[in-house]
């Protein structure tokens, strides 16, 4: 059952956990997410790499496997879907009406969201179309 829940909401609960939890620290959510650490690669520059570099990469991430998952055909990808959308109203929600959430990082994460469930449609009605027309014997 866990598998039909969209794997970006990771990226959105913990953002909102940091957003919570750190206003209950009295921590400032853009002081959070500026913080950084750098890497020296191999040419010499130093890359800054902030918190919200990497909730942005981790969502990323898993819009990836997001969109992998999508190109299955079972009742569980379907309610996968459904639950992308929800995903998206509720971070696009937060983002326009909660303090804490009116970030670049967030507002790239809330696009995942809609990428995601837009991917998922997509990819789910092509591949039943194929599904259709192997079927029925058309080249």
Same mark, same amino acid.
């Given at each position: 059952?866990?598998?039909?829940?969209?794997?970006? !909401?990771? =990226?959105?609960? *913990?953002?909102?956990?940091? #957003?919570?939890?750190?206003?209950?620290?009295?921590?400032?959510? $853009?002081?959070? !997410?500026?913080?950084?650490?750098? #890497?020296?690669?191999?040419?010499?520059? =130093?890359?800054?790499?902030?918190?919200?570099?990497?909730?942005?990469?981790?969502?990323?991430? $898993?819009?990836? =496997?997001?969109? =992998?998952?999508?190109?299955?055909?079972?009742?569980?990808?379907?309610? @996968?879907?459904?639950?992308?959308? *929800?995903?998206?109203?509720?971070? *696009?929600?937060?983002?326009?009406? *909660?303090?804490?959430?009116?970030?670049?990082?967030?507002?790239? +994460?809330?696009?995942?969201?809609?990428?995601?469930?837009?991917?998922?449609?997509?990819?789910? +009605? +092509?591949?039943?179309?194929? @599904? #259709? @027309? #192997?079927?029925?014997?058309?080249?």
């Amino acid at each position: 059952m866990l598998g039909a829940f969209p794997l970006i !909401l990771v =990226v959105v609960v *913990l953002y909102n956990v940091m #957003v919570f939890g750190g206003g209950a620290t009295g921590h400032d959510t $853009l002081a959070l !997410l500026s913080q950084s650490f750098t #890497v020296h690669v191999f040419s010499g520059d =130093v890359w800054k790499i902030s918190l919200a570099d990497l909730f942005i990469a981790a969502a990323l991430v $898993l819009l990836f =496997v997001e969109t =992998v998952k999508a190109a299955r055909t079972s009742q569980r990808e379907i309610l @996968n879907h459904a639950f992308s959308l *929800l995903t998206f109203t509720g971070a *696009l929600v937060e983002f326009i009406a *909660l303090k804490g959430f009116g970030t670049s990082a967030f507002f790239f +994460i809330t696009a995942m969201c809609l990428f995601d469930t837009i991917a998922g449609y997509t990819i789910s +009605i +092509i591949a039943a179309q194929r @599904n #259709v @027309n #192997v079927g029925q014997g058309d080249a």
